[in-house]
């Protein structure tokens, strides 16, 4: 069982809709969640942390359920600019060594 | 630009070959680390350091793969004897202190193999 699983989609979704991403992860133990954002060939981007108490930036909105070892992404209003691979991603502490997920593609059309 | 910079950002390769990759991490962060991305994949740990000590290695780090950080500053990636299934997105990243979560990426070495 991978450590981080993500839906992989592809999500398409029309400019102005509402998607929702989630993430699975399996150590209950980790301690910092973040939300990567990745373009086409290009390097993951920081999007957001992740707390436990929800963490909105805009129109992006990160949820964390501990108990249930669940981590969501939340984007509304979609922009044609919010078509890229979103990464799911768990902090291991120690060497501080980030877990990706294998990321979810969104797809925003007009 | 003071970000995280790599070079080669492409590297083609036959089989059989040996490459290496240079990672220059941001001023004064002391620890760098470094992730191989397949097509469909997340990154996936290879390995840290903290200033030039190389403290953890995964296992996907085979013995052709070798990477060092001789004065604590830039990193260099090498992989012996290169093989298909090297064909990866080699990323670069540092952190600034330590307990810091955040890890800053350059821009990746492709690396195809043929």
């Known amino acids: 069982r991978k450590e981080v699983e993500q839906d992989p989609g592809p999500f398409n979704v029309p400019e102005g809709a509402t998607v929702a991403f989630n993430c699975t992860y399996s150590n209950s133990a980790s301690q910092s969640f973040f939300w990567y954002r990745q373009d086409c060939r290009k390097e993951p981007k920081l999007l957001m942390s992740v707390y436990s108490s929800g963490n909105e930036d805009g129109r992006f909105t990160a949820q964390l359920n501990r108990a249930s070892q669940y981590i969501s992404l939340l984007i509304r209003d979609s922009k044609l600019s919010d078509s890229a691979t979103y990464l799911c991603v768990v902090f291991s502490g120690g060497y501080n060594k980030l877990i990706f997920g294998a990321g979810t593609r969104l797809a925003v059309h007009p | 630009d003071t970000g995280v910079s790599q070079d080669p950002r492409h590297k083609i390769t036959k089989r059989g070959q040996n490459v290496t990759f240079r990672c220059d991490p941001i001023s004064e962060h002391n620890r760098l680390y470094w992730y191989r991305q397949t097509l469909g994949q997340g990154p996936e740990f290879l390995t840290y350091?903290?200033?030039?000590?190389?403290?953890?290695k995964s296992r996907l780090l085979s013995d052709r793969f070798s990477a060092e950080r001789p004065k604590g500053s830039f990193s260099t990636l090498e992989i012996q004897r290169t093989e298909q299934g090297d064909s990866a997105m080699y990323l670069c990243?540092?952190?600034?202190?330590?307990?810091?979560?955040?890890?800053?990426f350059g821009p990746g070495t492709r690396l195809l193999v043929l």
């Open positions: 350091f903290q200033n030039e000590a190389q403290l953890e």
């Open positions: 990243a540092s952190s600034p202190f330590a307990g810091s979560e955040t890890q800053y």
